[in-house]
């Protein structure tokens, strides 16, 4: 039977020749391992003196900020990923520039499963900037989320709301969602419900209506005002009123607030009523009335 001591020391000296070997492996990558290094900062100057070079090229053009962004990442993106190959190929010479990327192939569908959502984002966010709509500073409505273009990222977009909230949206829900945006043009139209009293004329509350609209000088004239007779309302006969005015939400409110000051003053001079609700109670049966002795 062999002696369990001797087997203990053959065990101890596989070991001991295993981390020279690795040992004496490191040392001759050490090379390699610093000229990779090396390449790796070059790679990262060459990134950044690119990016500038084509930060220059697309600011003398009518391109987007988000498109310009757009053009820089992938700029960045393009120059580290040759990089890496090369530095990968000076580390490992047995590594070929055609096995890495049929590796890189099979890892990039288990990477492309494991992390869907923000692969889906970042193609969205692609999209979102290289068409034309939806631009910075413009004020969007989508799935609830309303406020102003903030900013437009690979991944996400920020939106901050009137009340000064900032909303991160990820950028696959404002791609796959119809999205309004108010301010597409510079001036959109609005407009406002007034109701008259049913003993109202009806052709004369109309002339005296849209005279304080063409009147008022926040309503674009160089665009027709509308006034139209719309429901019979439970105490009222109710107009619609529209008209054109700036697309932001500041001319919006301004615009409504000088049309109902100007539009309750007109009718209030031509005496007619702008009605609250009434209320009629009908019964079967007359209701005896006591009648008071002094």
Request: proline share 4%.
């Amino acid at each position: 039977m062999d002696d369990p001591l001797d087997q203990s020391f053959d065990t101890f000296e596989i070991l001991i020749t295993q981390l020279h070997s690795m040992w004496a492996g490191l040392v001759s990558l050490l090379p390699s391992l610093a000229i990779a290094l090396l390449f790796l900062v070059f790679t990262w100057i060459l990134a950044r003196f690119a990016t500038k070079i084509a930060d220059r090229l697309t600011a003398k053009t009518a391109m987007r900020p988000s498109l310009r962004e757009l053009v820089e990442t992938l700029v960045r993106i393009a120059i580290w990923m040759v990089g890496l190959l090369i530095a990968l190929t000076i580390l490992l010479p047995d590594l070929t520039p055609g096995s890495l990327i049929a590796g890189l192939g099979v890892g990039t569908v288990a990477i492309g499963f494991a992390f869907q959502d923000i692969f889906e984002n970042f193609l969205a966010g692609i999209l979102i900037m290289i068409r034309e709509k939806m631009r910075i500073g413009d004020y969007i409505t989508c799935e609830g989320i309303e406020g102003r273009v903030e900013q437009i990222m690979l991944r996400e977009t920020h939106i901050r709301r009137l009340s000064n909230e900032l909303t991160i949206v990820p950028n696959s829900i404002l791609f796959k969602n119809p999205v309004e945006i108010l301010t597409d043009r510079d001036q959109r139209r609005h407009e406002v419900i007034v109701g008259v009293a049913y003993d109202t004329d009806l052709e004369e509350a109309r002339d005296v209506i849209r005279t304080a609209l063409e009147a008022s000088e926040i309503t674009d004239d160089q665009k027709p005002v509308d006034v139209f007779a719309c429901e019979f309302n439970s105490s009222s006969i109710d107009f619609r009123l529209r008209w054109w005015a700036g697309s932001t939400q500041r001319d919006m409110h301004d615009s409504r607030d000088v049309v109902i000051r100007s539009v309750k003053s007109a009718l209030d001079k031509a005496g007619i009523e702008i009605p609250f609700p009434y209320v009629t109670h009908t019964f079967k049966e007359a209701i005896p009335m006591a009648s008071q002795q002094d």
